[in-house]
């Protein structure tokens, strides 16, 4: 079965920092894939996906995240993160019909002001 | 649109207690999901179903059952809850099958189990 890992539970940075948070997948074939963030008392929304072509993807809010298939990694990245980012991120993988999601642990991103 | 919505938002139950939780959806969408988030562990699927009247097993569906009678409701049963079942429920829904497919969540509901 697929699995996601996400290398970092908790991640605390100052505003202005850069993030790259890690995630990588198990599974050899095509997948698709996604980052969601979830916000302090907010249900999850979709921050970016990839599922085909320029291995770089641009998100919402100034996120992107970049494939490398070769190390079955998908990391999000942000050059400088503000307080608002402070939220739990997760990364995602979907390889079957059906489109069941495979989630990583999540990491927790608290920016400080 | 109010998306996906779930209720209730908080709830407290005794071991052995039963309940269940509504999912509604108003986008016409063919797939329903109900995931449980724990710390540290992400979410993980329970049950989903693929169209009115269908349903099938997750990862973790041991201990809950469900129902879609409805194309808009996904209902997700618990006939004796433990406090292994404390946790929060998420409600997904996304267009088809497809795994190109966004799926849509609901605010999620807080179920402790004493």
């Known amino acids: 079965a697929q699995s996601v890992s996400q290398h970092n539970h908790h991640v605390i940075l100052s505003e202005a920092a850069s993030l790259e948070l890690g995630c990588n997948y198990s599974?050899?074939?095509?997948?698709?894939l996604f980052w969601y963030v979830q916000y302090p008392g907010q249900h999850l929304q979709l921050l970016l996906k990839?599922?085909?072509?320029?291995?770089l993807v641009k998100g919402i809010k100034g996120f992107e995240a970049e494939f490398i298939k070769s190390k079955f990694s998908f990391n999000l990245r942000k050059p400088s993160v503000q307080w608002s980012d402070t939220a739990e991120y997760f990364c995602a993988v979907n390889v079957h019909w059906g489109n069941k999601l495979v989630f990583g642990a999540g990491t927790i991103l608290r920016v400080k002001s | 649109n109010a998306g996906v919505t779930q209720t209730p938002k908080f709830r407290v139950l005794k071991t052995g207690q039963s309940m269940t939780l509504l999912c509604a959806q108003d986008?016409?969408?063919?797939?329903m999901y109900w995931y449980r988030q724990d710390p540290g562990m992400g979410l993980r699927l329970i049950h989903y179903s693929v169209g009115e009247g269908t349903t099938a097993k997750g990862e973790v569906p041991d201990g809950y059952n469900v129902s879609r009678l409805k194309k808009q409701n996904f209902l997700l049963g618990l006939e004796s809850a433990a406090p292994s079942q404390t946790s929060v429920y998420f409600c997904?829904?996304?267009?088809?099958?497809?795994?190109?497919?966004?799926?849509?969540f609901g605010p999620g509901t807080r179920l402790t189990v004493l």
């Open positions: 599974y050899g074939g095509t997948v698709n």
């Open positions: 997904a829904s996304s267009e088809s099958g497809s795994s190109y497919n966004e799926q849509f």
């Open positions: 990839y599922f085909s072509g320029d291995p």
């Open positions: 986008m016409n969408h063919e797939y």
